[in-house]
C-alpha cells in the first residue's frame, strides 16, 4: 500500500454536505478526462470519466464538469459520507494516442467527519 | 473475478541492490500499464504492453529499469541497481482494450519501494 503525500490540498466536509474538487489540466488537446480515488493501502479506482465533446457527466451521487475553455475539471460529490474520504486525482489522456498514457493531478484529500 | 495483484506489497532494500516487482493483470486484459508515484508526487506513466510488446516505454526514467511480460500474461518490473530515488509506489493497471476513452484502467495497489 501507499504512504500518502503529506502536502496534498486537503478539502474538509461534514457529513451530509456536497463537495467539489477541482483540477486543472494542461493539454488543450486531450480528450479524455478521469476521476480516480484512491484510499490509503489501495491503488486508484475509477470513479467517473468523461470526453472532450461533453460538458457534463452524471453517475451515482458523482458530477463531473468539463470545461475546456479554461482547462478545468472538477467533481462534485452529492451527500458525502465519510466512505468517501481518500485522495481524489483527475487524469487527462494527455497525447491522444488511443490508450490510456494518463496524466495524473497531484491529487486532492478529501475528509469527511461525521 | 480477481483484480489487478502485484506483489510484493512493500520492498525495502538498500542503494546498489536489485529488486523485482511483479504484476498479476485482470485475466484476459491484453493491455497492461506500470506507472508510478515517487516523492509524494504526480502518478506517472512508465510504460505499456499489449500481451508480451512494449508498445510504449517513454516513461522510463533510465536502463536501470526493465520491464518485461512473457508470455503475454504477468510482467515484472525489475530496478538494477535501485538508488534512492527510485523509492515510491509503482502501480500496475489492465485493461482490456487498448482504450484511449472509455475503457477503464483497473489498478492494483500498488508495490512501496523504499531504497535506503
Known amino acids: 500500500g501507499e504512504s500518502v503525500g503529506l502536502h496534498l490540498p486537503t478539502l474538509s466536509v461534514q457529513e451530509g454536505d456536497n463537495s467539489i474538487i477541482n483540477c486543472a489540466y494542461s493539454?488543450?488537446?486531450?480528450?479524455?478526462f478521469i476521476w480516480y480515488k484512491q484510499e490509503s493501502g489501495k491503488g486508484p479506482q475509477f470513479i467517473i470519466d468523461?470526453?472532450?465533446?461533453?460538458d457534463k457527466r452524471q453517475g451515482q451521487r458523482v458530477t463531473v464538469l468539463l470545461n475546456k475553455t479554461v482547462k478545468h475539471l472538477s467533481l462534485q460529490i452529492a451527500a458525502t459520507q465519510p466512505g468517501d474520504s481518500a485522495v481524489y486525482f483527475c487524469a487527462e489522456n494527455g497525447e491522444n494516442t488511443g490508450f490510456q498514457k494518463l496524466v495524473f493531478g497531484t491529487g486532492t484529500r478529501l475528509l469527511v467527519s461525521p | 473475478e480477481a483484480g489487478v495483484t502485484q506483489f510484493p506489497s512493500h520492498s525495502v532494500i538498500e542503494k546498489g541492490q536489485t529488486v523485482t516487482l511483479r504484476c498479476d493483470p485482470i485475466s484476459g486484459h491484453d493491455n497492461l500499464y506500470w506507472y508510478r508515484r515517487v516523492m509524494g508526487k504526480e502518478i506517472k506513466f512508465l510504460l505499456h504492453f499489449v500481451k508480451e510488446s512494449k508498445q510504449d516505454e517513454s516513461g522510463m526514467p533510465n536502463n536501470r529499469f526493465l520491464a518485461e511480460r512473457t508470455g503475454g500474461t504477468y510482467s515484472t518490473l525489475k530496478v538494477q541497481p535501485a538508488e534512492l530515488e527510485d523509492s515510491g509506489v509503482y502501480f500496475c493497471?489492465?485493461?482490456?482494450?487498448?482504450?484511449?476513452?472509455?475503457?477503464?484502467?483497473?489498478f492494483g495497489s500498488g508495490t512501496q519501494l523504499s531504497v535506503l
Open positions: 468523461i470526453r472532450s465533446n461533453m
Open positions: 493539454n488543450s488537446a486531450s480528450d479524455y
Open positions: 493497471a489492465s485493461s482490456r482494450d487498448p482504450g484511449g476513452g472509455g475503457e477503464k484502467l483497473f
